[in-house]
């Protein structure tokens, strides 16, 4: 099974500064690349995904990410955040090979200081 | 924009108690899942549905747990005989087509405490 991790658990950064949230995964066989945000007593949305093609991702208000395959990695980034971007990071794997089901990370809580 | 939904927010049952997690999928979307995650844990799947049947499902999904679609709109979760271990936020999602390769939608969550 997929398994993925998310080194910073929480990540206090100053308004307007640059932001970067990493995610590992575990295997190197293809696979589909996720980042959900959840804010408070909101559901999971989705920021961006990586499928295939251009290894740099674009997504919703104004994150991008990188698939980096021989590191295994696919960070999200965002060069300048608002107080708006408080909230909570998920990264998500899916291996179309083993079926539906998505592998979280454990979460980042990213808090923009004013 | 069309959403999922789940009622209620937060459920507190006792141990041993029965315990249905409602969710309404949106409307045109033909996969539905459960995940949940316990306190300072990962998200963790627990089973797919598709065409009135499961699909899929983790080593969690055990016997005291259910899924049903009772009608055209809800997507139901029944623990039958809750834990302790069974506290945690329970996530409703679904997606037009196969969730390995489209974007799963969720839910707000409903929190459940097992006392």
């Known amino acids: 099974a997929q398994s993925v991790t998310q080194l910073d658990s929480q990540v206090p950064v100053f308004e307007e500064a640059p932001v970067e949230l990493r995610c590992n995964y575990s295997?190197?066989?293809?696979?589909?690349l996720f980042w959900y945000v959840q804010y408070p007593n909101q559901g999971l949305q989705l920021l961006l995904k990586?499928?295939?093609?251009?290894?740099l991702v674009k997504g919703i208000n104004g994150f991008e990410a990188e698939f980096n395959k021989s590191q295994t990695s696919f960070h999200l980034r965002k060069p300048s955040v608002h107080i708006s971007d408080t909230a909570e990071y998920f990264c998500?794997?899916?291996?179309?090979?083993?079926?539906?089901?998505?592998?979280f990370g454990t979460g980042t809580s990213l808090t923009v200081i004013p | 924009e069309p959403e999922v939904t789940q009622t209620p927010s937060h459920q507190v049952t006792q141990m041993g108690q029965e315990v249905i997690l409602r969710c309404v999928p949106i409307s045109n979307h033909l996969y539905f899942y459960w995940y949940r995650q316990i306190l300072g844990q990962k998200v963790e799947f627990l089973v797919s549905f598709y065409n009135n049947e499961i699909s899929e499902k983790s080593e969690i999904f055990d016997d005291q747990f259910s899924v049903e679609r009772p009608d055209g709109s809800n997507f139901t979760l029944k623990i039958r005989s809750t834990k302790l271990e069974d506290s945690a936020m329970y996530f409703c999602a679904s997606s037009v087509g196969q969730g390995g390769t489209d974007t799963q939608y969720f839910g707000p969550g409903t929190r459940l405490t097992v006392l």
């Open positions: 998500a794997v899916s291996d179309p090979n083993t079926g539906n089901q998505f592998y």
């Open positions: 990586y499928l295939s093609g251009s290894t």
């Open positions: 295997s190197s066989v293809s696979v589909y």
